[in-house]
C-alpha cells in the first residue's frame, strides 16, 4: 500500500467524523439538548471511564465478529446478509446447551462456542445450498433467514426453551460459573473480547497471507477466471460461507456467554446488520473492519450515556453509523472514478 | 450493400458532418494530438506521443504491445485525461472531461472489448448506442434499427432479439461498431476491429471504412495486421515505448520496413536481442503406442441439433481449427476445458471427461487452457503478476511462500517476455498482449498434457505472437497435443500444422498449413474452394 493512498484514506476518514459529527449536533439541536453537552456525554460514555471503556468493549464483541464474518464472506464474494440470523442461531445454540453441559467451566464454554459456530455455520448452509443447486440469490435467501431466526427465538423464547422457573419470554440462564469473567472490577468487558479480536487477527492472516486465503479472493474478484483457471470455486464459495456463519454464530454464542447469560425477546439490536455496515467501511478488511466495529460500538455505549444525560434519544445515534458508511462509500466512489 | 456508410435507409444516418477532404476549411487535420504523456503509476504508458490524422483518410495506428496505441485512443476519446499535451480538432484546441465530450465533439471509439449489457438484447444494446434513439421505443422500432444498421453498414448484427451476452466476441463487436456508426461521427477510431472478424468480414469492413472516408470522415484504426495496413489504409502512425517514431504515407513505406521496426521496438523494450526460435516439427514419437492424447467423438454442445465433430491428438501433434466465431470450434474448445456441458464424448489420455462441465476433472487430467476472453476468464485483473501466475495452487503450507511466488513470476515472466514494472504489478494494468502472454506464462507452467488455445495471438504484435507460437510448440515437444483456434488464415498457416475448418458445427477434413489464405477463408464461409 502506497503513501497515496493512505493520504487519502484519512481524508476520507476525517471527512466521514466531520460528517457524522455534524449529523450528531443536528440531531441534539433537533431534540432541543446543548449540542455540545450531547457530544460530551456521547465521548464520556464511550471512553470517559474504566466502565465506559468496559461497556464499549462488551458491546464490540459481536460487532467485530460480525463484521470480520461479512468481510470473509465478501472476500470470497459471497453477500452473505445474514449475519443477524446467524448471530441469532449460534445464540439460540449456546442458550440450549449452556445450562445443562457437565465438566469444567473451561471446558463447558468451549463446548458451547464450539455448538453456537456449528449453528452460524448451518444457519447460512440453506442459503448456500440454494445459490449453488438452484441459482438463488443469496442476498435474498440470507436476509429471509434473518427473518426465521428471529421468529424462531420469538417461539422458542416461549416454549421449548422457555425458564420453568419464571414466566418472562427468556430462557434458564448459564450458570455463573460458566459465563465469562469480567477483565477488570467495575466493568462489563470480558475475555470475549480478546477471542474475538484473535480471530479477527487469524481471519486477517488467513484471508492476505494464506494460500488458501488467496485462491478464496480470486474467487470473489473474478468468478469466471477462478473456475476456468482451475480453483474449485464451489467449494471455496461454500468454505467462505460457512466461516462467515461460524463466526456469527460465534459471536451469538459469546453475547450469551459473555454479555447476557441467557436468550430472550427480542435478543439482538442488529449486531448482523451493524456488523455488516462495519465491513462496508472497512472495506473487506478483518482489521479496518474490527477497528470500525469497535467505532460503532463506542457510538452504542456513548449514545446510551447521552439519552440518560441530556435526554437526546439515543436512537438518534444510531444514524450515525449509517451516515458513515454512506459518506465513505460516497468518497470511495468518487475516488475510484479518477484511477485509470 | 449499395448503401453508402453515412445514408441510412431511415435518413436517420445523414453524411458525416464534414467538407469533401480537399476543401479549404480542411485544412487543419480532423484530429491532431500534440505531445501527449500519461503515466499509470510506474508505467509511463505515452511520453510526448503525437497523431495526426487528416479528414478523408483511413489512419492506420501501428505499434508493439504495450507501446501505448489503446492509452492513446482512450485520451482522443476522452476515456482518459493526459498528464500533458494537447487535443486539437479541426484546429481547435479542445478538452474533454468524458467519453460524452468527445463524441458531442465528434469523436467516436470501438473500444477493443466491448462494453455492451450483456444481459440485454441487440436491439436494446444498439437503442442505448444510439445517441438519437427516442426515451420511448417499441420492440419493433428497435429490430428495425438493427436491420437498418446492418444493411447500412454491412455488418452482421445477428438476431435483435438475441441476449448480447450469448452471442459469439466477433458479433458482439460488430454490434458495437454498428454503436460507434450511429452517432454519425467526423473521427471514427477502432481499437483492433478486425482480430475478432473473418476475412471476408475484415474487407466488407474496409469497403464501408473507405466510403465513409470518401465521405470526408477520418478513420483510425489500430491494428496488428500489416497486410491489412498496406491494403487498406492511407497513412500510418507507428508508436514505440510511447513515443512516436513513424508517421508518413503507406505508399512511402513498405510492409517490410515497418514490420521491422515494430520487431525492433519489441526487443529494444524487452532488451532482448535474439530471435524466438520456433522449432520446425513437433516430435511425434511414441503416439501410436500411447493411443490419442485427447479424442473427440461425436461432439455436439448441449442442447444443439445434430451437428457433431470428431477428432484426436496423440502426444506432440498440434491441430489448428480455423473458424469464424459461432461455429462451433470454439464451443468445442470451452467444453473439453470443463467451461461447457455437451454431446458426445471427450477422453484426455483414454479417460472421459463428465459431460455436465468440469474444469477440475481436466485439470486434473493434466489440461491447460487459454480462453478467449483473456480479461474474464483467463486472469484476476485486481491481483498482481505474481499472484495469478501462483494459482490455481499456490506455494506456502500456512503462509503464502511470497519469495517463491516472485522467483517463479520472475522466470515465467522473463520466458514469455512479458513486458511490466514488477510482478507486483496488477494483471489488469498490462496491455492486452502482455495479458495474454501472462495467460500462457500460467498455462504453461507445467508440462501439459492437452493444450487447448482459443485465439491465443489475437491481439497480440508480430513478435509477440511469434513467441506464443513459438511455446505452443515447445509444449508440443515436450509432449502435449495442442489445440489451437483461431479465425484468422494467415494466422492459422504460421502455426506450421494441419487446419481443419470449423463451419456451423462440423469439421472438415485436413488442409496442410500451405493452403492459400483465400481458400481457407472461402472454407470459412461455407464455400466448397
Known amino acids: 500500500m502506497n503513501r497515496d493512498s493512505i493520504a487519502s484514506r484519512l481524508a476520507v476518514a476525517t471527512a466521514a467524523l466531520a460528517v457524522a459529527a455534524a449529523a450528531l449536533v443536528s440531531l441534539a439541536l433537533l431534540a432541543g439538548a446543548s449540542p455540545l453537552d450531547a457530544l460530551r456525554a456521547l465521548l464520556e460514555g464511550a471512553a470517559g471511564s474504566r466502565a465506559a471503556i468496559g461497556e464499549t468493549l462488551a458491546r464490540s464483541t459481536a460487532l467485530v465478529l460480525t463484521a470480520v464474518g461479512a468481510c470473509v464472506a465478501f472476500r470470497a464474494g459471497v453477500l452473505n446478509i445474514g449475519l443477524e440470523g446467524q448471530f441469532l442461531a449460534g445464540a439460540v445454540a449456546a442458550a440450549a446447551v449452556g445450562p445443562h453441559l457437565p465438566g469444567t467451566p473451561f471446558a463447558v464454554r468451549l463446548a458451547v462456542l464450539a455448538a453456537a459456530g456449528a449453528a452460524g455455520a448451518a444457519w447460512v448452509l440453506p442459503a448456500a445450498w440454494l445459490e449453488a443447486r438452484r441459482g438463488v440469490p443469496e442476498v435474498l435467501s440470507t436476509i429471509l433467514l434473518n427473518l426465521v431466526a428471529a421468529a424462531a427465538v420469538s417461539g422458542l423464547v416461549r416454549g421449548a426453551l422457555q425458564d420453568p422457573s419464571a414466566d418472562y419470554p427468556q430462557s434458564a440462564a448459564l450458570p455463573e460459573i460458566v459465563r465469562f469473567p469480567p477483565l477488570a472490577g467495575g466493568s462489563r468487558a470480558t475475555a470475549a473480547i480478546l477471542v474475538a479480536l484473535l480471530l479477527t487477527l487469524f481471519a486477517a492472516l488467513v484471508l492476505s497471507r494464506s494460500p488458501l486465503g488467496l485462491r478464496l479472493r480470486a474467487t470473489g474478484l473474478a468468478p469466471s477466471a477462478a473456475r476456468a483457471i482451475g480453483l474449485p470455486a464451489s467449494q471455496l464459495r461454500l468454505l467462505a460461507f460457512a466461516a462467515s456463519g461460524a463466526l456469527a454464530g460465534l459471536a451469538g454464542g459469546l453475547e450469551v456467554l459473555a454479555v447476557t447469560g441467557r436468550l430472550y425477546d427480542p435478543f439482538s439490536a442488529g449486531a448482523g446488520y451493524t456488523g455488516l455496515a462495519a465491513a462496508l467501511l472497512g472495506a473487506g478488511n478483518p482489521l479496518a473492519a474490527a477497528a470500525s466495529a469497535i467505532l460503532f460500538a463506542s457510538l452504542g455505549a456513548g449514545s446510551s450515556a447521552m439519552q440518560r444525560e441530556t435526554g437526546v434519544p439515543g436512537a438518534l445515534a444510531t444514524i450515525v453509523p449509517g451516515v458513515l458508511v454512506l459518506t465513505v462509500l460516497a468518497a470511495r466512489a468518487r475516488a475510484g472514478r479518477t484511477g485509470p | 450493400m449499395s448503401e453508402s456508410i453515412g445514408h441510412g435507409p431511415s435518413g436517420s444516418l445523414g453524411p458525416p458532418p464534414s467538407e469533401p477532404s480537399e476543401q479549404s476549411s480542411s485544412f487543419y487535420p480532423a484530429l491532431e494530438l500534440r505531445g501527449i504523456s500519461k503515466r499509470f503509476g510506474e508505467t509511463q504508458a505515452l511520453s510526448e506521443a503525437a497523431l495526426v490524422v487528416l479528414p478523408g483518410e483511413i489512419h492506420a495506428l501501428l505499434g508493439e504491445n504495450g507501446a501505448g496505441k489503446s492509452t492513446l485512443v482512450a485520451i482522443a476519446s476522452g476515456r482518459l485525461t493526459a498528464d500533458s499535451g494537447e487535443i486539437l480538432r479541426r484546429g481547435r484546441l479542445v478538452s474533454f472531461r468524458g467519453a460524452r465530450d468527445a463524441r458531442d465533439a465528434g469523436l467516436a471509439l470501438v473500444p477493443q472489448h466491448d462494453l455492451l449489457i450483456g444481459a440485454a438484447n441487440v436491439g436494446d444494446n444498439l437503442a442505448f448506442l444510439d445517441p438519437r434513439a427516442p426515451f420511448f421505443e417499441s420492440a419493433a422500432a428497435r429490430r428495425g434499427r438493427v ?26 463487436q460488430r454490434i458495437e461498431i454498428a454503436g460507434a456508426l450511429s452517432g454519425d461521427p467526423e473521427v471514427l477510431i477502432l481499437d483492433e476491429p478486425t482480430a475478432v472478424l473473418a476475412p471476408d468480414e475484415t474487407a466488407a469492413l474496409f469497403a464501408s471504412l473507405r466510403k465513409r472516408a470518401d465521405a470526408g470522415g477520418a478513420i483510425v484504426v489500430i491494428t496488428h495486421r500489416l497486410a491489412e495496413v498496406f491494403a487498406g489504409a492511407d497513412r500510418l502512425t507507428l508508436l514505440a515505448r510511447g513515443k512516436t517514431v513513424r508517421a508518413c504515407r503507406t ?17 529494444e523494450g524487452e532488451g532482448r536481442s535474439g530471435k524466438e526460435t520456433i522449432p520446425l516439427e513437433a516430435e511425434k514419437g511414441g503416439s501410436a503406442l500411447n493411443g490419442a492424447r485427447l479424442a473427440v467423438t461425436d461432439f455436439a454442445p448441449r442442447g444443439s ?6 477428432l484426436s491428438l496423440s502426444s506432440g501433434e498440434m491441430l489448428v481449427l480455423l473458424a469464424i466465431d459461432g461455429n462451433g470450434a470454439d464451443d468445442l474448445a470451452r467444453a473439453i476445458a470443463g467451461l461447457e456441458s455437451f454431446e458426445g464424448r471427450v477422453s484426455l489420455d483414454g479417460r472421459d471427461l463428465p459431460r455436465d462441465g468440469d474444469p477440475l476433472a481436466f485439470r486434473a487430467a493434466g489440461g491447460a487452457f487459454v480462453p478467449a476472453d483473456r480479461r474474464e476468464e483467463g486472469l484476476v485483473a485486481a491481483l498482481s503478476l505474481s499472484e495469478n501466475l501462483a494459482l490455481p495452487d499456490p506455494p506456502g503450507r500456512m503462509f503464502l511462500d511470497r519469495r517463491a511466488m516472485l522467483s517463479h513470476a520472475r522466470a515465467r515472466l522473463s520466458a514469455l517476455g512479458v513486458r511490466t514494472s514488477s510482478p507486483a504489478a496488477s494483471a489488469g494494468s498490462l496491455s492486452g498482449g502482455n495479458q ?18 482459443v485465439h491465443p495471438t489475437r491481439g497480440l504484435d508480430l513478435a509477440s505472437a511469434a513467441a506464443v507460437r513459438a511455446r505452443i510448440h515447445e509444449a508440443c515437444a515436450q509432449g502435449a497435443a495442442a489445440l489451437v483456434v483461431t479465425a484468422d488464415p494467415d494466422e492459422a498457416r504460421l502455426f506450421d500444422a494441419p487446419i481443419r475448418v470449423v463451419f456451423r458445427g462440423t469439421v472438415s477434413g485436413e488442409y496442410p498449413p500451405g493452403t492459400p489464405p483465400s481458400a481457407l477463408g472461402r472454407l470459412m464461409a461455407g464455400v466448397a474452394p
Not at chain 2, 161 to 168: F, M, Y
Not at chain 2, 305 to 310: K, L
Not at chain 2, 436 to 453: F, H, I, N
Open chain 2, 305 to 310: 441439433q445434430g451437428r457433431q465433430i470428431s
Open chain 2, 251 to 267: 505508399s512511402e513505406t513498405t510492409a517490410a520496413e515497418i514490420g521491422g521496426l515494430l520487431i525492433a521496438g519489441a526487443e
Open chain 2, 147 to 172: 436491420s437498418r444498421m446492418s444493411e447500412a453498414f454491412t455488418l452482421d448484427l445477428g438476431d435483435a432479439g438475441a441476449r448480447v451476452d450469448t452471442l459469439p466476441v466477433g458479433t458482439r
Open chain 2, 436 to 453: 495474454q502472454k501472462l495467460v500462457l506464462a500460467r498455462e504453461l507452467a507445467r508440462p501439459a498434457r492437452v493444450l487447448v488455445a
